[in-house]
Every structure is written in C-alpha cells, then in structure tokens.
C-alpha cells in the first residue's frame, strides 16, 4: 500500500466519522519564532487543544508536514527520517476512548489489513504520588477489541524503560508504563506541571515486526526496546486533566483527543518490513540513485549514503515548498546543511552532476514534487518548481566551492593528526564536513581527535541554543505590549517597501521580538538612503494618522482577491483571519477593504489603531542575507 493511499484512506475513515479534513500547516510556523519548522501534527492546533473554538468544527482530521532538525546526524539507520508526516484526528470536546480507540484499531486492520497479531499497546500505569489514577479504561477496551479478533489480550505492569528491560514481554499484549512514557502535557510528567495546565495519559501502538531482539539494549525485550522489533506507529493523548492550585488533578469539563500517527511508519509496517526507506516513496528515490550510481542498497559501504541522499532531498524540497531558501541562520541554515549533506553522500555514491539538467539532487527533487503534487499542491505550481530546483543546483555548485577550499586547508593541515581544534575550524569556518575529514585521514592513516572534535561541537550546539533562546526572549508568541506594537509596524513597512520599491516585493521570514522587528523581504538591490528614508516616512505617516486596524475572518478565496498579502508556500484553512489597517472609521462590521492602507493574512495580535504604536519607526540596519533577498532591523523610538 503507498503512502499516498494510506493517507487518502485515513482521511476518508475519519471523514465519514464527522470529521472535517483540514489542510496541513506549513513546515514554517505561522507567527511563533520559538521553534525553527512544525515537528509535531499537534504543535499547530494547540491553541484549539487548550480551549480556542476550531471555526471547522470539534471534529477535525489531518495530515501534518513535520521537520525534525534534531534527527539529522541519526539518518542512516532503517528508522530514522528528518521528514515525515502525522496522521491526526482531533475531538474537541466531542468523542473521547470508547471512540477513538475502536476506530483507530478499525482503521489498522481493516483499512491497512495489519495482522492484529502483530499489535502491541501501552497504557498509564497511574501516579500515586498525585493521585491520578491508572488508566484502566483504555486497556479494558483494548482486551475487548483483541477478543474480536480471537487474540486473549493479557495486561502486564512494566513501570519505567529500565524495567521493561528487566522484566520482558511476560506473555503480555497491553503494558503499563509510568508516566515519562504514556503521559501528556507540555510541561511533561504530572508533578512538572503547573496550576491551570491540561494533560493526561496516552496510549500508544506498537508493531511487532518479528525480528530477534539485541541484547546489545537490555536483557530483555519489550515493547519500548530500541533494538528495532517493536515500531511506534501511533498514539491516542486523552487531554482529561487540569492541575489544581492545591496540586491536585481534576477532570477537564471539555475533554479532548489527540491522536498522532507516523504515516511512514504505517506504510512499513503495511508492507512488513522494518526498514522504513522500502515505503515507496522513498524507494523510488533510491531506485534513481540505484540506476544512475550502478552501486547496489543493499552493500553495507553505501547503504547509509543511500538513505541520506533519500531523507534529506524530501526534507528540503518541501523545506522549499513553503518558502524556505538556503542561507548561512536559522531555517535556511538547516535547508543548506541538508542539501550540502546529500551533495556529499551523492558523490560518495559516484554521482556527480557537470549541470543542472544531470543533477542528481534536482533529479531527486522532481521525483518527490511528482509524488506528492496531488496531496501538496504547493510543490507543483512553476513558481515552487523553478525556485526549488534553481536553488539545489545553485547549493551543488557553491558547495564544490566550499569543497575545493576545504581541501586546500585539509591539506596544510594534513600531518600525523587532526586535532580537535583543526576538524572544527574546518567544520565552521570553511563548510568541510566532518565525515569528510574522517574519511581522508582514514586512507592517509592519519588519527582525528573525535572525542575533542564532539565536544567542542556540543559546546558550539548550547551556546547557539543559548542565543536562540535569548534571541526569542519576548518573541511574538509571548503578546506582550511591545511586541504586539512591533507586530503592526511590521505590516506598515512591508506595505511601505512595496510603495516605494515596487508591488513585487514580497515577505521572506520575519522575526519580532520586543526590542525590533526584522523582516526578510525580496528585492534585488541595496536600497538607496532615500529610499529608505521614505520608506520610514510613510509608516510614520500611518502611525500619525490614527488608522484603525480590524481583523476580519474570511474565506481564503476572498481574502486572495482582495489582494491581501500571505507568504509564499504557505497553505492556509479555507477561512483565514485578515488584518487591515485603515481607513478611518473602518470597523469590524465595516471592514472597507478597497481603501485599506494594507492587508495581511495573519493570526495577530495587533493594536486596535496605529496610534498606539506611540513612536516614532526607525530602520537601523538594511542588509543583503541571501541572492534575491533583503533584511531590514527597524526599531520604534
């Protein structure tokens, strides 16, 4: 079964069960600069999770585009990919476990037709210590929904990870695990959670793909063993609970459902095979590399360049798809250590490409687009074709550049040893990747500090999430007053950039925090100190003038009409909140869009008029960042 009939199925069941099918978020959160891309299919519903009504109703169902940059250096297993998709069906108040679980069960064996034998659960084995109790309602209904399938379901206690390598399978079908593995909140286990904050337990699905177990993770195997015979492939949150200011737990009035499922990890266990880089899509990609390469995925010296070549090409082609493009901070940065990465492994593979009709990357990149046009029309427009395949081949080249440097400075250092100092420099200053300098000094026996090398390298990692962090102290996601000021004056001065510099220049990133905006804008030349002078004039024009600003929820349709600005690559709901600022006496019953100053697609939030940004908007800084793109810092004093 493809992952393209996997998906489509899933959406269906669930829609013929009252839910609404809503589009996938892009990769690029929407106005939240505290992460770098969506790595979950919850992350953008959690506002509806925690209270906000879903104007699509309380019964929703999705696929989610999902990035996960911390799996990058883990691609290469049979398991791992820094891309994937979750499969999400959400009640909002509505069903709850006697629903949910039935259905999912339905799904896998009559949908996907897997082998119940071959499922395996886990549930909350409850917390004493803050009286929440065992949750003994999900395993009692997985028992009946086993017993329908001729499977007698034994319930078995694991307690901790540890345990369950000590204690084995014990003949069981459904385990009990503490809370560090079957609860839910963002805080994490129940006595790290604040007054006021929802969680609740989860029970998760595993498939057993029947292969021995290694000792080489515990004694004994069970279903959370990473040895690889067990697969997680889905997950049912029960948002039940809200912590009390006495420290207790009581139940929700609104209970939700949150169900996450790896649709990648379906795929492999709908065909049995744990290697999830057999599913086809991703098969396909290695089929092309296969045939250009002459070299076989089966040998073990090429196995791993195969499936990073396979991961990080669909990472960055949808990367690319909502808009991202390669640059040396933040998301671009991740975007060009993927394909900079899969460059690498391509010529390992013997793949290299003289242009860019031969490349192999772009190739790659195609055969993706063709894959997933039907369900991700935003891969398939001409707009995303040129910009995702111009920019890989414009990647491949510079990164034969940074190539040919890196080995001039290898070779002046090239003696008895690397250092640690040496392997780094080389890393951050010159681009050379690390497994490169490993494989030159292997075939020249000469040793590398890697122990020195890894620790500098986790020193650099915690100071860059330090700054990060730092970085979005008081980024939007926090509302704060100045923020919020600094939000309305970003659309003030995308609309004033178009005024002065020409209707085509459009949102490239954006980053708010309460000290300044940034703002990332195409444009193909320095701006002049004129223009920026006006461009400065006319938003405090609109500060002076006391513009009201309105949200307006809309259809998607009608807000593209109207000329309302949205960012490139995006996928947006079919109703869509606006913000326009102007004219005087618009109010939100009487919009009068046809004479608004600007319009924006946006989540806010916004000062109610322009007058309260109660400043005078000052840009300090205009700068190239990338071919084609702009950046200007702006401050209000």
Same mark, same amino acid.
């Given at each position: 079964?493809?992952?393209?009939? *996997?998906?489509?199925?899933?959406?269906?069941?669930?829609?013929?069960?009252?839910?609404? *099918?809503?589009?996938?978020?892009?990769?690029?959160?929407?106005?939240?600069?505290?992460?770098?891309?969506?790595?979950?299919?919850?992350?953008?519903?959690?506002?509806?999770?925690?209270?906000?009504?879903?104007?699509?109703?309380?019964?929703?169902?999705?696929?989610?585009?999902?990035?996960?940059?911390?799996?990058?250096?883990?691609?290469?297993?049979?398991?791992?990919?820094?891309?994937?998709?979750?499969?999400?069906?959400?009640?909002?108040?509505?069903?709850?476990?006697?629903?949910?679980?039935?259905?999912?069960?339905?799904?896998?064996?009559?949908?996907?037709?897997?082998?119940? #034998?071959?499922?395996?659960?886990?549930?909350?084995?409850?917390?004493?210590?803050? %009286?929440?109790?065992?949750?003994?309602?999900?395993?009692?209904?997985?028992?009946?929904?086993?017993? @329908?399938?001729?499977?007698?379901?034994?319930?078995?206690?694991?307690?901790?990870?540890?345990?369950?390598?000590?204690?084995?399978?014990?003949?069981?079908?459904?385990?009990?695990?503490?809370?560090?593995? %079957?609860?839910?909140?963002?805080?994490?286990?129940?006595?790290?959670?604040?007054?006021?904050?929802?969680?609740?337990?989860?029970?998760?699905?595993?498939?057993?793909?029947?292969?021995?177990?290694?000792?080489?993770?515990?004694?004994?195997?069970?279903?959370?063993?990473?040895?690889?015979?067990?697969?997680?492939?889905?997950?049912?949150?029960?948002?039940?609970?809200?912590?009390?200011?006495?420290?207790?737990?009581?139940?929700?009035?609104?209970?939700?459902?949150?169900?996450?499922?790896?649709?990648?990890?379906?795929?492999?266990?709908?065909?049995?095979?744990?290697?999830?880089?057999?599913?086809?899509?991703?098969?396909?990609?290695?089929?092309?590399?296969?045939?250009?390469?002459?070299?076989?995925?089966?040998?073990?010296?090429?196995?791993?360049?195969?499936? *990073?070549?396979?991961?990080?090409?669909?990472?960055?082609?949808?990367?690319?798809?909502?808009?991202?493009?390669?640059?040396?901070? !933040?998301?671009?940065?991740?975007?060009?250590?993927?394909?900079?990465?899969?460059?690498?492994?391509?010529?390992?593979?013997?793949?290299?490409?003289?242009?860019?009709?031969?490349?192999?990357?772009?190739?790659?990149?195609?055969?993706?687009?063709?894959?997933?046009?039907?369900?991700?029309?935003?891969?398939? @427009?001409?707009?995303?074709?040129?910009?995702?395949?111009?920019?890989?081949?414009?990647?491949?080249?510079?990164?034969?550049?940074?190539?040919?440097?890196?080995? $001039?400075?290898?070779?002046?250092?090239?003696?008895?040893? *690397?250092?640690?100092?040496?392997?780094?420099?080389?890393?951050?200053?010159?681009?050379?990747?690390?497994?490169?300098?490993?494989?030159?000094?292997?075939?020249?026996?000469?040793?590398?500090?890697?122990?020195?090398?890894?620790?500098?390298?986790?020193?650099?990692?915690?100071?860059?999430?330090?700054?990060?962090?730092?970085?979005?102290?008081?980024?939007?996601?926090?509302?704060?007053? $100045?923020?919020?000021?600094?939000?309305?004056?970003?659309?003030?001065?995308?609309?004033?950039?178009?005024?002065?510099?020409?209707?085509?220049?459009?949102?490239?990133?954006?980053?708010?925090?309460?000290?300044?905006?940034?703002?990332?804008?195409?444009?193909?030349? #320095?701006?002049?100190?004129?223009?920026?002078?006006?461009?400065?004039?006319?938003? %405090?024009?609109?500060?002076? !003038?006391?513009?009201?600003?309105?949200?307006?929820?809309?259809?998607?349709?009608?807000?593209? #009409?109207?000329?309302?600005?949205?960012?490139?690559?995006?996928?947006?709901?079919?109703?869509?909140?606006?913000?326009?600022?102007?004219?005087?006496?618009?109010?939100?019953?009487?919009?009068?869009?046809?004479?608004?100053?600007?319009? !924006?697609?946006?989540?806010?939030?916004?000062?109610?008029?322009?007058?309260?940004?109660?400043?005078?908007?000052?840009?300090?800084?205009?700068?190239?960042?990338?071919?084609?793109?702009?950046?200007?810092?702006?401050?209000?004093?």
């Amino acid at each position: 079964m493809t992952v393209n009939e *996997i998906r489509s199925k899933y959406l269906e069941f669930f829609k013929a069960r009252g839910h609404t *099918i809503i589009p996938s978020a892009p990769l690029v959160p929407q106005n939240d600069p505290t992460t770098l891309f969506t790595g979950s299919g919850m992350q953008p519903l959690i506002t509806y999770l925690l209270g906000a009504p879903h104007p699509k109703g309380t019964r929703l169902v999705d696929s989610q585009k999902s990035f996960r940059a911390e799996d990058i250096e883990e691609v290469g297993d049979n398991r791992h990919t820094t891309f994937f998709e979750m499969l999400g069906n959400w009640s909002l108040g509505d069903y709850f476990k006697t629903e949910q679980l039935p259905w999912f069960f339905e799904f896998l064996t009559e949908e996907v037709k897997l082998d119940p #034998k071959n499922l395996y659960v886990t549930a909350f084995i409850g917390d004493e210590k803050n %009286n929440v109790p065992r949750d003994t309602e999900s395993a009692a209904l997985w028992q009946k929904l086993f017993a @329908s399938k001729g499977i007698e379901a034994k319930v078995v206690e694991i307690g901790s990870e540890a345990d369950g390598y000590r204690l084995g399978m014990q003949g069981g079908r459904i385990f009990y695990y503490e809370a560090r593995k %079957n609860w839910w909140s963002r805080a994490g286990v129940p006595e790290n959670m604040p007054a006021g904050e929802p969680g609740g337990p989860d029970s998760e699905m595993f498939y057993d793909f029947g292969t021995p177990h290694n000792p080489a993770f515990g004694a004994e195997c069970h279903p959370n063993c990473d040895c690889g015979r067990f697969l997680e492939i889905g997950n049912s949150v029960f948002m039940q609970y809200i912590k009390q200011e006495d420290g207790s737990f009581a139940l929700l009035p609104k209970q939700n459902v949150d169900f996450g499922g790896g649709l990648e990890r379906i795929a492999a266990a709908a065909q049995g095979d744990p290697d999830v880089f057999a599913i086809d899509v991703l098969r396909d990609i290695i089929g092309l590399l296969i045939h250009h390469s002459g070299k076989e995925y089966t040998d073990s010296r090429y196995q791993k360049s195969f499936r *990073i070549v396979a991961d990080h090409m669909r990472a960055a082609t949808f990367m690319m798809g909502d808009g991202v493009r390669p640059s040396n901070t !933040e998301r671009g940065y991740v975007l060009r250590r993927l394909i900079r990465r899969a460059s690498q492994h391509a010529q390992k593979l013997g793949i290299a490409a003289e242009g860019l009709e031969d490349s192999m990357l772009v190739r790659c990149a195609v055969n993706i687009i063709e894959k997933y046009k039907e369900a991700y029309a935003e891969l398939a @427009s001409e707009e995303a074709y040129q910009h995702i395949t111009s920019e890989i081949w414009k990647e491949e080249v510079q990164f034969a550049h940074t190539l040919e440097k890196g080995m $001039k400075e290898f070779e002046k250092m090239a003696s008895e040893k *690397i250092t640690a100092d040496q392997a780094y420099q080389l890393f951050t200053t010159y681009g050379f990747p690390f497994e490169m300098t490993l494989e030159l000094a292997r075939e020249r026996k000469i040793s590398v500090d890697e122990d020195g090398f890894k620790r500098l390298m986790d020193e650099h990692k915690k100071l860059s999430r330090a700054g990060s962090e730092q970085k979005f102290k008081g980024g939007l996601a926090d509302t704060s007053e $100045k923020t919020t000021r600094l939000h309305t004056a970003h659309h003030l001065l995308l609309k004033a950039l178009q005024v002065v510099l020409g209707p085509n220049v459009k949102q490239r990133g954006s980053n708010i925090t309460q000290e300044r905006l940034r703002i990332d804008f195409s444009y193909g030349a #320095k701006m002049t100190p004129e223009q920026l002078a006006r461009v400065e004039e006319i938003v %405090n024009e609109k500060i002076a !003038e006391a513009l009201p600003v309105v949200r307006s929820t809309i259809p998607k349709e009608e807000a593209e #009409k109207l000329g309302a600005e949205h960012e490139f690559g995006a996928k947006y709901p079919d109703m869509v909140s606006v913000y326009s600022v102007g004219p005087r006496g618009a109010t939100e019953t009487n919009p009068q869009f046809a004479e608004a100053f600007s319009m !924006e697609f946006c989540g806010g939030p916004h000062v109610t008029n322009t007058s309260e940004l109660k400043g005078t908007f000052k840009i300090k800084k205009e700068e190239a960042v990338a071919a084609g793109i702009r950046r200007i810092k702006a401050v209000l004093e």
